[in-house]
Nanobody, 121 residues
Framework: QVQLVESGGGLVQPGGSLTLSCAASGTISSINAMAWYRQAPGKQRELVASAMSPGRTNYADSVKGRFTISRDNAKNTVYLQMNSLRPADTAVYYC???????????????WGQGTQVTVSS
């Protein structure tokens, strides 16, 4: 069994910053990749940023230069540092991890519960 626990969402003013965290716990053998997705009102869920092994990252064009994804492999945690936030960044942000559960030894994708980020004055 694996759980992803997210934290750090909230209300922030335009131009402000916010950092999201997601910690994976449970019967983890290895983590192949971790990522952040978001879903804004009226839109599909989209990939925001991903961090793959070994150390490869990619970003959606809309967040390049503003957001940074990072991983702490020792803690099975992924972070999303968000700077210069805009109202268009308002969305529910979801943590995602592709990993192996040592009970099954099969790679699977897991999702966090989602955390609301609201950018507004």
């Amino acid at each position: 069994q694996v759980q992803l626990v997210e934290s750090g969402g909230g209300l922030v003013q335009p131009g402000g910053s916010l950092t999201l965290s997601c910690a994976a716990s449970g019967t983890i053998s290895s983590i192949n990749a971790m990522a952040w997705y978001r879903q804004a009102p009226g839109k599909q869920r989209e990939l925001v940023a991903s961090a793959m092994s070994p150390g490869r990252t990619n970003y959606a064009d809309s967040v390049k230069g503003r957001f940074t994804i990072s991983r702490d492999n020792a803690k099975n945690t992924v972070y999303l540092q968000m700077n210069s936030l805009r109202p268009a960044d308002t969305a529910v942000y979801y943590c995602n991890a592709n990993l192996r559960d040592f009970r099954t030894m099969s790679a699977q994708t897991y999702w966090g519960q989602g955390t609301q980020v609201t950018v507004s004055s």
